[in-house]
């Protein structure tokens, strides 16, 4: 059952991945399963709910579109990451890191603490 699980695991990841926004009642009708099973699967291979662990997912892709693909539009990037507007996306945002993505993807990358020159 487990490999099954590691299986389906690295199935909900790539699916994550690809279109981000990606609930876990719309994963499960892609992988023939109940939403339950998701988040259970997510859970035992993160230690998180899948909330948590979708939301985690989601951001590090809109930072990685921001800072890879200047010519995508911060629309075209909130609305793949699954915000409605550009507006939520904005909101949630700055939330989450304290600047708007504009200011984020032209703000120089943060330096690792060891980091030497």
Same mark, same amino acid.
């Given at each position: ?6 299986? =389906? !695991? ?6 994550? +991945?690809? #279109? /981000? ?7 499960? =009708? ?6 339950? $099973?998701?988040? &259970? ?5 993160? *230690?998180? #709910? !899948?909330?948590?662990? %979708? ?8 930072? $990685? ?5 200047? %010519?995508?539009?911060? $629309?075209?990037? *909130? %609305?793949?990451?699954?915000? #409605? ?6 909101? +949630? ?5 304290? =600047?708007? /993505?504009?200011? !984020?993807?032209?703000?120089? /990358? /943060?330096?690792?603490?060891?980091? &030497?020159?």
């Amino acid at each position: 059952m487990a490999y099954a699980q590691d299986g =389906l !695991f690295a199935s909900i990841q790539a699916a994550k +991945a690809a #279109s /981000p926004g990606l609930s876990a009642k719309e994963l499960a =009708l892609n992988h023939g399963c109940c939403r339950q $099973t998701i988040s &259970t699967v997510v859970r035992k291979q993160t *230690g998180t #709910s !899948f909330r948590h662990w %979708s939301a985690t997912c989601r951001w590090d892709v809109a930072v $990685t579109l921001l800072r890879d693909r200047p %010519s995508m539009s911060i $629309t075209s990037i *909130g %609305s793949h990451v699954g915000f #409605s507007t550009v507006q939520a996306f904005d909101h +949630a945002f700055r939330r989450r890191f304290g =600047l708007s /993505p504009g200011r !984020f993807r032209t703000a120089p /990358p /943060p330096v690792a603490p060891n980091a &030497t020159a």
